[in-house]
């Protein structure tokens, strides 16, 4: 699966904010779970709860 992610440093990786979006979108209508989530996209649950609390500042 591609997940519009493009090499930043040696360890780091940028995801693309539309990724971010779809992955606040499965939290909040499709029910997904925090935890769920986070190992399907390879980062931490505080960062999925980070971009879910964005997405609806927006």
Known sequence: MD???SRVEKH?????DETRREVACEYIQDGCTIAN???EYGISRATVFNWVHS????
């Open 3 to 5: 997940y519009n992610v």
């Open 12 to 16: 780091r990786t940028r995801i693309s």
């Open 37 to 39: 989530l986070a190992v």
């Open 55 to 58: 997405y609806r500042k927006e």
